[in-house]
């Protein structure tokens, strides 16, 4: 093992970085054995302390600028988030010849294409296994372990706060907002859930991930987005006795026209792997052509977590320099094949299975009027439920399962359906997903 260490800037002192800190320090002996080389941390930037931990006399800036300016920083790692000023703060570290780690999922997917640029115009590497799914080490499996795979597909359930919302939809019969609030009361969701309760967090993982298995540049602009504020505990039960689960799931999957890229609930039948996924737990199935498919599967935010994921990259760049050697790992957009930049499929050209949910007068010849619109535009009903109008009642929920067709059809069916007398509000549709390939 080197004598010489790596040193480290941290800036930000949060949940991460304060994370990081300290597992730097508990386990240093075995991280110094793994990296080959003792890594310190010399330097910390933060604009206010953090009581729960104690930096000792490392150097402390609150202007986290100075980190980057540090000529003893080999390795600054970005954990204060967002897309302005981290992404001034990264870039000056490039320049400044510094590699760099970081949590930050909406930085690389929305920045992502221009800061791996200048990394490589510069010669260093910008890591982030700690961007997408906390502690699971996602990002090395797809670009080391399914090195030798060419990915068919992959989808995950990638937003812990949307998965606990519905785990307690499902098991408790629960109202949307009343468990929002649960997850807000609880840290799993923030005072503004937007970026998790519609879908953006996720879409910011997605385009990562779809980045690096099909080798085409971050096009978070491309994600369709859906969230998971209109599901009712009504959807969720008849899923149920349909033989389904609902999950909120990133989507990423090559055909012949190009890459979906999307993210929204979906119905994956009881027996698949990932409907057993509850509460705050991350998942990723992914399908590769050799290995076929693999689950990736654990803690996908938190302080030990995350932070477990930022020192594992920290502990690879070590090796690297302490090998001379430095941009070991091919930059985003480059796929195996050469292929760099497949089109995107628009989503009314997606094709998928359908739920959907239609309230409807409870008298002969509407379901016929239904099927009829279903029929003419080519898309069979696979499964119905109907049910018996409450006391006092008129309407009854037509609840079905399509074959697959694509948006651009159902969009058709569902504004016939809307249009006729007998049919009351807006039809409830949630996409299917075998996850069989």
Not at 111 to 121: D, M, S, T, V
Not at 128 to 147: H, M, N, Q, S, T
Not at 262 to 290: F, K, Q
Request: aromatic content about 4%; proline content about 4%; some cysteine.
């Amino acid at each position: 093992m080197s004598e010489q260490s790596v040193n480290i800037g941290i800036c930000g002192l949060g949940t991460v970085g304060s994370g990081t800190f300290k597992l730097l320090e508990k386990n240093a002996a075995l991280i110094a054995a793994r990296a080959l080389a003792p890594l310190q941390v010399v330097h910390v930037g933060a604009r206010r302390d953090n009581p729960d931990c104690d930096i000792g006399d490392t150097r402390l800036s609150r202007d986290i600028f100075e980190v980057a300016r540090d000529p003893g920083v080999d390795i600054l790692v970005e954990l204060i988030g967002g897309t302005t000023v981290a992404k001034e703060l990264v870039e000056l570290a490039i320049r400044e010849g510094k590699h760099v780690v970081t949590a930050n999922k909406a930085l690389i997917a929305e920045c992502g294409n221009e800061i791996f640029a200048l990394a490589q115009a510069h010669g260093v590497e910008v890591r982030f296994e700690a961007a997408v799914a906390g502690g699971i080490p996602i990002i090395k499996a797809l670009r080391e372990g399914l090195a030798g795979n060419r990915i068919e597909w992959l989808a995950g359930i990638i937003n812990g706060t949307g998965n606990f919302i519905l785990t307690e939809m499902r098991n408790r019969g629960r109202e949307f907002a009343e468990v929002l609030a649960e997850a807000q009361a609880l840290g799993y969701a923030e005072a503004d859930p937007t970026f998790d309760v519609e879908g953006i967090d996720a879409a910011h993982k997605l385009v990562i991930l779809a980045s690096i298995a099909f080798g085409i540049p971050l096009r978070f602009e491309s994600v369709y987005t859906e969230g998971i504020t209109r599901l009712t505990p009504q959807d969720v039960d008849y899923a149920e006795e349909l033989g389904y689960i609902i999950k909120h799931l990133g989507v990423a999957k090559q055909n012949g026209d190009g890459v979906e890229l999307r993210v929204h609930p979906t119905l994956i039948p009881d027996h698949r792997l990932l409907a057993d996924v509850d509460g705050v737990t991350n998942a990723i199935l992914v399908e590769g052509d050799a290995v076929g498919p693999t689950l990736y599967y654990g803690a996908g935010a938190g302080a030990r977590p995350t932070a477990s994921a930022v020192v594992s990259d920290l502990v690879d760049l070590a090796r690297d320099l302490g090998a001379g050697q430095s941009c070991r790992m091919p930059p985003l957009g480059v796929a195996a094949d050469g292929v760099r930049d497949l089109p995107i499929v628009p989503m009314a050209q997606v094709q998928t299975p359908w739920y959907l949910r239609i309230e409807a007068e409870d008298r002969p010849g509407v379901l016929s009027k239904v099927a009829s619109i279903f029929s003419d535009l080519g898309i069979s009903i696979e499964a119905l439920i109907q049910k018996a109008p409450a006391e006092g009642q008129t309407r009854v929920p037509l609840i079905m399962l399509t074959s697959r067709a694509a948006q651009g059809l159902v969009d058709e069916a569902v504004r016939a359906i809307e249009a006729l007398d007998s049919i009351a509000g807006e039809v409830t549709r949630i996409r299917v997903e075998a996850l069989d390939g």
